[in-house]
């Protein structure tokens, strides 16, 4: 069964290394990251403003009342509305690190479509490209809005190393054939982030793919993520029961 943990101060222990802890206070030190995006329903352009585990700095950031807002829809420049009060506790859950964004409404309070209270849900994906452990590569990609719900919940996406398991299990990507001498490299095929991926439309099964390594947190997108550690796997994408065909093994 897949592990959920939660974690305080914009760290989580990894619920199958706890000696491990995923520490995103260095994304919490940049403050509101702001970037543009697209309703994909109404074709309308916002901004939206989010700041990793802190509110947003100051009360203009997102109106009066809402000095504990984490992230904030705005536009031509101005706050439009909430989406959510900033904690620091972030979770692992389902082989992602997570933050979930949300407040309790107050009596009157406006609300989004006249039925739902706006919410902020900010996935961190794995992306070993950035180059980890150097000065200024944790950020990754910044933050990007993936989805917004039909019950107004913000879905973003942010792609950083400090979202990688440390205990990231890979195998050289090389290998030669000792009767020729040739050698043949599959390098190009290791993902940074995400999988490759293939469906099967009469089975509903999405098949998910690492070379020369363990898949990537996160890629698995909308689905359950498949058993801890698999290299090869697939996922049924109505029941979302996955199965896991392999771990990665040395080429010989």
């Not at 074709?43 to 109106?63: A, Q, R």
């Not at 902020?120 to 990609?141: E, L, N, P, W, Y």
């Not at 359950?224 to 080429?251: E, M, W």
Request: with cysteine; net charge positive; glycine share 10%.
């Amino acid at each position: 069964a897949q592990r959920t943990k939660k974690g305080h101060n914009c760290t989580v222990a990894d619920p199958y290394f706890p000696q491990h802890r995923y520490d995103l206070r260095a994304l919490a030190k940049l403050g509101p990251q702001t970037f543009s995006y697209t309703n994909t329903t109404t074709n309308s352009k916002y901004d939206f403003t989010l700041s990793v585990c802190n509110p947003l700095t100051t009360e203009k950031s997102c109106g009066v009342g809402n000095e504990k807002a984490g992230a904030c829809q705005l536009k031509n420049g101005k706050p439009l509305a909430a989406a959510g009060d900033a904690n620091g506790g972030l979770t692992y859950a389902d082989g992602n690190l997570e933050l979930l964004y949300w407040h309790t409404p107050a009596d009157g309070e406006r609300r989004c479509h006249g039925k739902f209270v706006r919410s902020t849900r900010v996935i961190f994906m794995c992306d070993r490209g950035q180059g980890k452990g150097k000065k200024g590569d944790a950020v990754g990609s910044g933050p990007q809005i993936r989805e917004e719900m039909s019950d107004c919940q913000y879905v973003v996406e942010w792609y950083t190393p400090l979202a990688c398991n440390p205990s990231f299990h890979e195998a050289p990507c090389t290998v030669s054939d000792e009767a020729t001498g040739q050698v043949y490299d599959l390098t190009s095929l290791a993902l940074n982030r995400g999988a490759w991926q293939a469906t099967n439309k009469v089975s509903d099964r999405w098949y998910f793919l690492s070379v020369c390594g363990e898949l990537n947190p996160g890629y698995a997108g909308k689905h359950r993520p498949c058993p801890f550690s698999a290299a090869v796997c697939s996922v049924n994408s109505k029941t979302d029961k996955s199965i896991s065909y392999g771990q990665v093994h040395k080429l010989s």
